[in-house]
């Protein structure tokens, strides 16, 4: 049983991000689990109402999740984008071990369910479309790429690497494989879309 919390053990925005780490935490020791809020409040060691007061329910937890791993995945290109000697392996073998680490975010961020239905704001939809751009953007400064071309060239990288990151996580061909086995068969598979700068 986990101690409660008092309002006053968190400062002011620090509980929801308590709440979403918890959620990671229960998720990373079962990921075939379910994920209720009264549960995670119980891990952040608070009550189900203070919970409520961020997350209306539990798809707005998983929302939540979702955002916090596209926003992750931006932080990743943005380091990449600093360097200039940078290869499509090392932009794959982040990218897998980013699955790796946060599976249940890394999931929720391709899961369609859980975007608003057409024609409503959506922050979810908007951070997707953002990472991708900025993916193209990226790839594009890198190697020399026209606006046009770049986006082609992202759209190929993130189907290849998304591609082993998911085999990766959930295939059983390759169940049991470890993070850096994962990020080496990212590494290998990148090498064949690597093109040469100009």
């Given amino acids: 049983m986990f101690p409660m919390a008092t309002s006053t053990s968190y400062h002011h925005g620090h509980l929801a991000s308590a709440l979403l780490d918890a959620a990671t935490e ?31 329910d539990k798809r707005a937890l998983l929302r939540a999740l979702a955002l916090r791993g596209f926003g992750e995945l931006e932080a990743i290109l943005m380091e990449l984008r600093e360097r200039d000697d940078f290869t499509m392996g090392d932009v794959a073998a982040a990218y897998v071990g980013l699955a790796q680490r946060i599976p249940l975010e890394f999931r929720l961020m391709f899961d369609g369910a859980q975007c608003l239905p057409p024609g409503q704001p959506d922050a979810l939809t908007e951070s997707g479309i953002g990472t991708r751009d900025l993916l193209a953007l990226v790839l594009s400064e890198r190697y020399g790429l026209a606006k046009d071309e770049g986006e082609a060239f992202a759209f190929a990288a993130w189907s290849q690497m998304h591609g082993v990151a998911v085999l990766a996580l959930d295939s059983p061909a390759l169940r049991g494989i470890s993070g850096p086995e994962a990020e080496g068969m990212a590494r290998v598979a990148a090498s064949f879309l690597e093109p040469k700068p100009r």
């Fill in 26 to 56: 229960i998720a990373g020791e079962d990921p075939n689990g379910e994920l209720s809020l009264r549960a995670v409040a119980r891990r952040a060691g608070v009550s189900h109402s203070a919970a409520y007061r961020h997350f209306a």
